[in-house]
């Protein structure tokens, strides 16, 4: 039987896309019952305790995760010119990876919960995803192991050791060795938790987000990264600091004095891997910024970027303890873990599931249009949905600061959550022209032109 070339890539895009659309609308329900609380009637698996961490984990996980690994095993592959090791291994773990989200969102809606913060799956769901995050990596490193092109392209170095450090940080994350509760006890257990919370989008989402942004940017600017050097002090940069910030989180509980010291300077210090990126891909599409508004996928890239360097600048400023003070444990750091997770890797991962597709499938997407009605939903949406939610979080932080109490704040902020539920309704609608688009470029009728892509050879990438 004959194995369907990048049939893992393509069947991990489709499933973001199936994913986008559940995430999307769990976050609108979520956004409703904060507006109207009795709307749902007390049902139990449509209660904000239940749906909230649904959205989070399935946002997280199947609609960014998903796009974001089907992305990087089609550029591990492209990068290193040679097939992915096995097609059937590749899809054994979607299957594992697909069922696991599944079960874990079947069970939370059933009311099983682990309870701390994008860890709430199960045990069972877990192990799955552990599973399928082993067998991916053993996958591309036996991908890279074969390899045609004696150099490592620095996207290929952000794959392999963001599915190392996510697997390491899962484990410990949701502490898989206590089946019964996923945690360990008393204040170890908070910082173990934001160990993990922080780290699953500062080394799954982001290096593999990054990886898709170091492929793409050259290849629509159809010309070299302009510094594989900087791109490697980029790389190691975020992996010695980002492991130990997480605990900027909980800096009003009484953690060690050295854990907070560590997570604040480091959380300063993340301008140097940040800034490392974004100054090595703005140099290398100088003056190519039109190839970029011609292109659906490098569309989609470019505006993750700006979006990151946004999420970049407020994170090192909100971890100070002088700015927690007004910005924390409110809708301001909604606002901002939305501006990570959609805003930078979400927007970076459609990018990278626009611009692969045509090239798995041999024929353009089936709508080019659809894709930049996506792209404009997303780009109003999420810049709506910041500054609301900034602004009811400043509005919480300050009614706090004053000592009011929460059933005097509620009022203050009704207005906000009103606006916050209205822009959702651009997320849902993305979601589903997304999922159409998708579904129609892979099962479409072939182009009845043959178009052709660039090779990496042709503009130079990996020298």
């Not at 893992?8 to 769990?26: D, R």
């Not at 609608?429 to 099962?443: E, K, M, T």
């Not at 182009?447 to 042709?458: D, K, M, N």
Request: proline content about 4%; charged content about 10%.
């Amino acid at each position: 039987m004959k194995v369907e070339e990048n049939g893992t890539a393509k069947l991990f895009f489709l499933s973001s896309a199936f994913w986008f659309v559940l995430g999307t609308l769990e976050g609108i329900a979520d956004a409703t019952d904060m507006v109207v609380p009795d709307l749902f009637g007390g049902i139990s698996w449509l209660v904000f305790s239940r749906i909230r961490p649904m959205h989070t984990t399935t946002m997280i996980f199947g609609f960014v995760g998903s796009a974001l690994l089907g992305a990087s095993i089609y550029i591990i592959a492209a990068v290193l010119r040679t097939p992915l090791w096995s097609e059937r291994l590749g899809k054994v773990s979607l299957w594992i990876w697909n069922i696991s989200i599944a079960v874990g969102l079947i069970a939370l809606d059933l009311g099983y919960s682990q309870g701390r913060e994008y860890a709430e799956w199960i045990w069972p769901a877990d192990i799955g995803i552990l599973l399928a995050f082993a067998l991916i990596f053993y996958n591309c490193f036996q991908t890279a192991v074969k390899r045609n092109e004696k150099i490592m392209y620095v996207s290929s170095w952000y794959i392999l050791a963001g599915l190392v450090f996510t697997w390491i940080i899962y484990f410990f994350g949701n502490a898989v060795w206590n089946p019964e509760k996923g945690a360990i006890y008393g204040l170890p257990d908070g910082i173990l938790a934001w160990f993990y919370g922080h780290g699953i989008v500062g080394l799954f989402l982001t290096p593999l987000a990054v990886a898709v942004a170091y492929y793409i940017v050259p290849r629509v600017a159809r010309s070299p990264l302009y510094s594989h050097k900087l791109s490697l002090v980029g790389f190691w940069s975020i992996l010695i600091i980002y492991t130990h910030i997480g605990s900027h989180h909980i800096l009003q509980t009484p953690i060690p004095t050295y854990l907070k010291v560590i997570a604040i300077s480091g959380s300063i210090a993340m301008i140097i891997p940040v800034m490392t990126v974004l100054v090595n891909l703005w140099l290398t599409m100088r003056g190519r910024l039109g190839l970029f508004h011609q292109d659906i996928g490098g569309k989609f890239v470019m505006a993750g970027l700006v979006w990151y360097i946004i999420t970049c600048i407020q994170g090192p400023i909100q971890a100070l303890p002088v700015v927690q003070r007004m910005t924390h444990l409110n809708n301001w750091v909604i606002a901002h873990s939305h501006l990570g997770v959609f805003g930078f890797s979400g927007t970076i991962a459609l990018g990278g599931l626009y611009y692969i597709l045509p090239r798995i499938t041999g024929r353009p997407l089936y709508s080019t249009r659809l894709a930049d009605v996506q792209y404009w939903l997303l780009l109003l949406g999420m810049a709506g949905f910041f500054g609301v939610l900034t602004a009811g979080g400043l509005v919480q932080g300050n009614s706090w600061l004053n000592g009011e109490t929460v059933y005097r704040t509620l009022p203050m902020i009704h207005v906000y959550f009103v606006l916050r539920a209205s822009i959702g309704v651009l997320f849902v609608g993305a979601a589903f022209i997304g999922l159409y688009n998708i579904i129609r470029s892979i099962v479409g009728e072939p182009a009845t032109e043959s178009q052709e892509f660039e090779t990496e050879q042709a503009i130079g990438l990996t020298q």
